[in-house]
């Protein structure tokens, strides 16, 4: 069973530069945006091709959808019910209509943010957190100028990034302790939920403070320290990861100016 970190495989995709993948990922995300309904279907259609190219299974890239879909069917129905426009009489709910506009609207948003969330869900699954880690440090060296290290700043995304999947671990093993103690964690009334709520996130404050702790003594043991570092394996771009770079930068200026 797959987590929804760093899968190690032998794929094209694993062995690209993460400069390539973290600038395609942010150059995808904004062209998400930019774009409507035959776009997000060649979107989709390309991080289709890249997930079969990185040989991740669809079934384990879909199930880094579940943490976020009750947010987004939140979403989908905060758009299909309070967006004005021409109502479909096939539904009508009492006094309630569902308009038109409001059900394409919701449809392409919700549609845009599952696409995000699998195109980050790729990279995260191709990509592990040492050379993310790089890649971010290489792109973020202009901000050097300002006094701010690039380094410590691709550690901060990096450490965040890292620390998802540990976090849903915890929140897992905090929901059988509390079942397994006859917790109910499902209440009907909005004050049971509350209260099932912070029987959750107490716990999970803790152990979120006993981990950074354990984290900061892990590092300090290792001699970490603040300032520019080496690393074991230099990043070198060859000349078809240049034009690659410039593909990406051209479709993106071009999607944006029309």
């Given at each position: ?5 760093y899968?190690?495989?032998e794929?094209?995709?694993h ?5 390539i ?6 150059a ?14 060649i979107?989709s ?5 890249i997930a079969?190219l ?18 987004f069917a ?19 709910i ?8 409001g059900l ?12 995000l ?7 995260t ?34 450490l ?6 540990t976090?849903?671990d915890?929140?897992n ?5 509390q079942?397994a ?5 499902n209440?009907r ?5 509350i209260?099932?709520m ?14 950074c ?7 300090e043991?290792?001699?970490y320290?603040q ?5 074991l ?5 060859s000349?078809s ?18």
């Amino acid at each position: 069973m797959y987590k929804y970190g760093y899968v190690f495989l032998e794929s094209p995709v694993h062995k690209k530069d993460p400069r390539i993948k973290l600038i395609a990922v942010i150059a995808l995300s904004i062209i998400i945006f930019h774009v409507g309904f035959v776009g997000l279907l060649i979107a989709s259609a390309a991080a289709l091709v890249i997930a079969l190219l990185a040989r991740i299974p669809l079934g384990s890239l879909l199930r880094t959808l579940h943490p976020v879909l009750p947010f987004f069917a939140l979403l989908f129905l905060m758009y299909l019910f309070f967006t004005p426009g021409r109502p479909l009489p096939l539904f009508p709910i009492g006094p309630v209509l569902i308009s038109f506009e409001g059900l394409t609207l919701g449809v392409l948003q919700v549609w845009k943010f599952l696409l995000l969330v699998l195109v980050a869900s790729i990279l995260t699954m191709t990509t592990s957190q040492s050379e993310l880690t790089m890649g971010l440090e290489r792109l973020l060296r202009p901000i050097r100028i300002t006094g701010i290290s690039s380094h410590d700043v691709a550690m901060m995304v990096s450490l965040a990034l890292r620390f998802m999947p540990t976090l849903m671990d915890e929140l897992n093993l905090i929901k059988q302790a509390q079942l397994a103690r006859g917790a109910n964690l499902n209440p009907r009334r909005i004050s049971g939920k509350i209260r099932a709520m912070s029987h959750l996130a107490v716990p999970l404050a803790v152990n979120i403070f006993r981990r950074c702790d354990e984290l900061i003594e892990a590092m300090e043991a290792r001699g970490y320290q603040q300032g520019h570092r080496t690393y074991l394996r230099e990043l070198v771009l060859s000349r078809s990861d240049y034009c690659l770079i410039a593909g990406i930068l051209l479709l993106l200026i071009t999607v944006i100016v029309t």
